[in-house]
Nanobody
């Protein structure tokens, strides 16, 4: 069974940091493009970062560039999203997802991503 499981969300103060993890079961992450998305209440799901499987190229939405870092550990079959300098507007449910055509990851088209995790809540508040 192909599955993605996120973890690492929580409550953090503005300016704080969190690291989200996305572990894959049943397939190898390095053969896919992996994207991190987020969805706040009443808003559409938006892509924030992705990493390609082929050459590990990384991409970031302007809203998180310079604050978030995506990485992959092939041995652990896990992708991470290190989030620094968090802001209240980063509050959302964060999802990781896999796209089979790695180069498509940066388009963040929800329909292109065939596998999704269950999401992890990130709340940035004082």
């Amino acid at each position: 069974q192909l599955q993605l499981v996120e973890s690492g969300g929580g409550l953090v103060q503005p300016g704080g940091s969190l690291t989200l993890s996305c572990k894959a079961f049943g397939f190898r992450l390095n053969y896919f493009g992996i994207g991190w998305f987020r969805q706040a209440p009443g808003k559409e799901r938006e892509g924030v970062s992705c990493i390609t499987g082929s050459d590990s190229s990384t991409y970031y939405d302007n809203s998180v560039k310079g604050r978030f870092t995506i990485s992959r550990d092939n041995a652990l079959n896990t992708v991470y999203l290190q989030m620094n300098s968090l802001k209240p507007e980063d509050t959302a449910t964060y999802y990781c997802a896999a796209v089979s055509t790695s180069a498509m990851c940066r388009g963040y088209a929800v329909d292109d991503y065939g596998y999704w995790g269950q999401g992890t809540q990130v709340t940035v508040s004082s």
